[in-house]
C-alpha cells in the first residue's frame, strides 16, 4: 500500500477540542432528597446515612412484638395498638387502612394471623394467635376449681381430683389455655410433694411451674396472679411476687419482707407482724407445705420465731432436698439470729449466701451489721 506524507497507517487524527467545553462530571441524585452524589458508592452511603430505611414495629398491649408468634388472650382495644414506621397494612393478604388497625384486630378472638406492615418498601411480618377467653367461661372455670380443689388441701389435693376438674371445664373450650396453666401448675405441685411417679425426677416440677407462668401470665385474674406469686416467690424473684398479689395477706406480706431485706434494707416492722397470718382459700390450696410454713413464719415476730420455732426452721435445711427454699431459710435465721444477738448464727447463714446472684447485697450487708 502507499501512503502520502507521513501520516503512518495506524495514526488517527485527534478530534478538534473546542476551547469552550468542559464536560459535566457524574451526578447521582437521591431520590429522597435530591442531593447529587459523584458516584453510586457515595449515593449509596448518603441514602444509608442521611435517609435510613426502619423497620416497621408494632406494639400490642404494651409488648413489642418481634419474629417469633405471640398469643392473644386478651381482647384488643384501641389503646393496646401501637405502629411506627408503618404506611401500609396487610392482614392476612387482605390490605386494611393503617389507621383501622386496632378496630380490625379487635374482631378477632381466636385462630391464628398474618400481619405485614410497610414503609418505603421495608416490611415486616408479625404473626399472632388469637386465644381469647370469654369472661364467662373464666368465671365458670374458677368456681370449679374452688369447689373441687380448695376443699381439698395438703396429701387430698391427688390427680383424681386434677382429672375431675379437667373434665369438668372441658365444656368452657374458650378458657383451655386458662385450665391448661392451672393444671400445669397443680401436677407441678404434685411433683414437687412426692406425689406423683416416683421415676419421674423430682426436678420436674421446675419446668411444670415454668409452663404454668408461661400460661398463666396472659390472665389477669387474682388466681392466676397468685399462682404466678407462688411460683416466683418459690424460685426467689421476691419483687416479682409481690408486684402480682396485691394488699397485706400472708403470701404478699412475705415476698415484700424478703424484697426489703434482699435490697439490704431493715424494715421498721421487721419485728411486728401482720394483723393476721391465715392464709385465704388459695394460698392454702397452692402452697406446698414448705412455702405455707415460710409464709406463716415470716408472718410473725422475728424474737417469737427465734425463741419458738428454732429448731423446726433449721431442720428444713436437714430434712428436705436442697431446692430454691433454703435461701429464704439461711435468710429468715439470719434474720432471727441478729434480733437475738447470735453474731456466729448471723455470719454463718449469711455467708452461705454471700456469693448468690441478687443476695450479695444482703449478704454484705448483715455481715456489716453485726461489724
Not at 171 to 180: E, I, L, N, S
Not at 253 to 280: C, F, I, K
Request: with cysteine; aromatic share 8%.
Amino acid at each position: 500500500m502507499w501512503h502520502h506524507g507521513s501520516e503512518t497507517p495506524y495514526d488517527k487524527p485527534e478530534p478538534p477540542v473546542s476551547d469552550g467545553y468542559h464536560p459535566l462530571p457524574p451526578a447521582f441524585p437521591c431520590d429522597q432528597c435530591g442531593e447529587v452524589r459523584p458516584s453510586k458508592d457515595e449515593l449509596r452511603k448518603h441514602r444509608f446515612e442521611a435517609h435510613p430505611l426502619h423497620r416497621p414495629i408494632l406494639f400490642l398491649q404494651g409488648r413489642e412484638l418481634g419474629d417469633h408468634t405471640i398469643r392473644v388472650t386478651r381482647p384488643v382495644t384501641d389503646d393496646d395498638v401501637r405502629q411506627n414506621d408503618c404506611d401500609q397494612a396487610f392482614l392476612n393478604g387482605r390490605e386494611i387502612p393503617v389507621s383501622s388497625l386496632s378496630r380490625e384486630l379487635a374482631l378477632i378472638s381466636s385462630g391464628a394471623c398474618q400481619l405485614e406492615l410497610i414503609k418505603t418498601g421495608v416490611s415486616a411480618v408479625f404473626r399472632l394467635n388469637f386465644d381469647i377467653a370469654s369472661v364467662d367461661d373464666l368465671d365458670r372455670v374458677e368456681r370449679r376449681f374452688f369447689d373441687l380443689v380448695c376443699g381439698l388441701h395438703g396429701n387430698q389435693l391427688n390427680s383424681r381430683a386434677i382429672d375431675t376438674f379437667i373434665s369438668d371445664t372441658a365444656v368452657f373450650p374458650t378458657a383451655a389455655g386458662y385450665v391448661g396453666g392451672i393444671c400445669e401448675y397443680l401436677y407441678g405441685l404434685q411433683t414437687k410433694r412426692g406425689q406423683l411417679d416416683a421415676s419421674r425426677p423430682y426436678g420436674e416440677y421446675v419446668n411444670r411451674f415454668n409452663r404454668s407462668v408461661d400460661a398463666l401470665t396472659a390472665y389477669e385474674r387474682p388466681l392466676a396472679n397468685t399462682m404466678v406469686a407462688a411460683v416466683e416467690f418459690h424460685f426467689n424473684h421476691f419483687q416479682e411476687a409481690a408486684n402480682l398479689v396485691t394488699g397485706n395477706g400472708p403470701l404478699g406480706h412475705a415476698a415484700n419482707t424478703y424484697a426489703s431485706w434482699a435490697l439490704g434494707q431493715v424494715a421498721e416492722s421487721r419485728m411486728d407482724a401482720v394483723p393476721s397470718v391465715e392464709l385465704d382459700e388459695t394460698e392454702m390450696a397452692i402452697l406446698d407445705e414448705v412455702t405455707e410454713k415460710i409464709v406463716r413464719w415470716i408472718n410473725r415476730p422475728l424474737q417469737e420465731l427465734s425463741r419458738c420455732f428454732q429448731t423446726k426452721i433449721e431442720s428444713i435445711l436437714q430434712d428436705h432436698p436442697a431446692t430454691y427454699d433454703d435461701l429464704k431459710i439461711h435468710m429468715l435465721l439470719a434474720e432471727m439470729s441478729f434480733v437475738v444477738g447470735d453474731v456466729a448464727d448471723v455470719r454463718r447463714h449469711a455467708k452461705a449466701l454471700h456469693n448468690v446472684a441478687g443476695i450479695e447485697t444482703w449478704a454484705t450487708s448483715m455481715l456489716s451489721r453485726i461489724r
